[in-house]
């Protein structure tokens, strides 16, 4: 218990360098939090205080229970589009009780250890999912950058000059903070007409207050939201795992899985009971986050707390915040989240990774459902990974001295491979005897089994002896438990290894 007490700890504070860091990177996030919470909020069709509520009660609370320190979480647009329905049909209140329940459904999903599903999405995959994030992002800023005045170009070009120029002076200030600031200075004070964040939609004023959802507590209610509950459970999870695992490489560090998908759970019901939506983890915040200097859960906490602090405080100043300086902002985001690497390696990496890495980036750039993009690119690696599993399978047939015939078997035997393995057993062998030796092969599961059962009894009903030698402990336990013929000969030709 101490072990751990003092490992949280540490994901709070290591020293003050760091913590002054963490704060300049919260800060940085939190103006960046304000438009994109807005315009979630619009998607969904609800009151923009619903996504920036959201925002602030996901990002204080991931903080105190997640588990990857610096990733920032916050209303997200994978999970607005879901709830449309649900808001159109029946109203802002069951979006709130559907949100709890995905909460709920989040905390047994990391009890259940459901995280573990991220063993199975391929490095092709996370980095096609990183690409088409990334163009995403880019591809969400064009509004902001079309039909607009030449004074909106200048101040995304000088706002990129910043963002990458002044680092080359000093690290001391995050750059893109002094971008949005110094953008803002030059808006206001030369009076601009460029679009602001006040454009977006009104911002909230006052605290968010506690109270439980209006709705029936009735099975009709859970009807009614629990399928877009599970929808929007699975997709957060998703999106949070897959980036806690960019944030894992970008940081060399590593993080409690388990521990995220509850701390998901945890704050998006806590983001309900004060009136937000669900939400997840940001890829693109969480990059800005960890480029301006924030590593731990204090970088996290403060988004949340000084975007609080802004919409209750700064309110009127913070409208008007140029977007050109986000925009600026969001365009670095999407350069350093693009795996550059990944061209080069279309050639150097094999076809069939490649072809994985461009599925995932065309789905996710065609739907702009990120979770649709992995499952098609988890689904094709499966196809591929099978497809390369079932070659590397053989069975070689010898005479012996004693006339019998011997069927040597090497390989993977499974369910894509069973079809090669029934026809390499001739029909028309003449020998009396047949020995089929596995011993340098292995039966994963009962369609292996079922194809040796369907050889065995095709052979000896045309008169053969057949005898099988040589299986493995697993595989022999296999056997035992699902063959169906001559079962006493089977565990007798059992060779221990």
Known sequence: MSSKLTLYSRQWFTDGAAARRDVMAGIVVALALIPEAIGFSVIAGVDPRVGLYASVAIAMTIALIGGRPGMISAATAAVAVLVVPLVRDHGVEYLFAATIVMGVIQIVAGLLRLDLVMQ??????????????????????????????????????????????????????????????????????????????????????????????????????????????????????????????????????????????????????????FGGMGGCAMIGQSVINVTSGGRSRLSTFVAGAFLLFLLTMLGPLVGRVPMPAL?????????????????????????????????????VVATRDLSLGVLAGVLLSGVFFAGKVQRMFSVDRETAADGQSVYR????????????????????????????????????????????????????????????????????????????HDKTGVELGVVPH
């Open 120 to 273: 199975f999405v391929s490095r092709s995959v996370i980095t096609g999912f990183v690409n088409a994030l990334a163009i995403l992002i880019f591809m969400a800023q064009l509004p902001q950058l079309t039909n607009v005045g030449w004074d909106s170009y200048a101040m995304v070009a000088g706002g990129l000059a910043i963002i990458y120029g002044f680092p080359r002076i000093t690290k001391a200030v995050p750059s893109p903070l002094l971008a949005i600031l110094v953008l803002s200075a030059i808006s206001i004070g030369m009076g601009l007409s460029v679009h602001t964040v006040g454009d977006m939609g009104k911002l909230p004023e006052g605290l968010p207050s506690l109270t439980w959802p209006h709705v029936p507590m009735t099975f009709d209610t859970l009807r009614i939201i629990l399928p877009y509950s599970l929808t929007m459970a699975a997709v957060g999870l998703l999106e949070s795992l897959l980036t806690a695992q960019i944030v894992d490489d970008m940081t060399d560090s590593d993080s409690d899985k388990r521990q995220e998908c509850a701390g998901q759970g945890g704050a998006n019901i806590v983001a309900a009971l």
């Open 327 to 363: 925009v600026a902002v969001m365009i670095m985001v999407s350069i350093g989240t693009f795996s550059w690497n990944s061209i080069p390696n279309l050639r150097r990496h094999p076809p069939t990774s490649s072809v994985v890495m461009l599925t995932t980036v065309i789905v």
């Open 409 to 484: 078997v090497k390989g993977e035997i499974f369910f894509a491979s069973v079809d090669r393995f029934t026809r390499a057993f001739q029909d028309d062998d003449k020998a009396e005897r047949i020995l089929i030796d596995v011993s340098a092969a292995h039966f994963w599961d009962i369609s292996g089994v079922g194809a040796l059962d369907k050889i065995v009894a095709r052979l000896r009903r045309d008169g053969h002896v057949v005898e099988v030698v040589g299986y493995n402990r697993a595989s022999a336990d296999l056997i035992d438990r699902f063959a169906l």
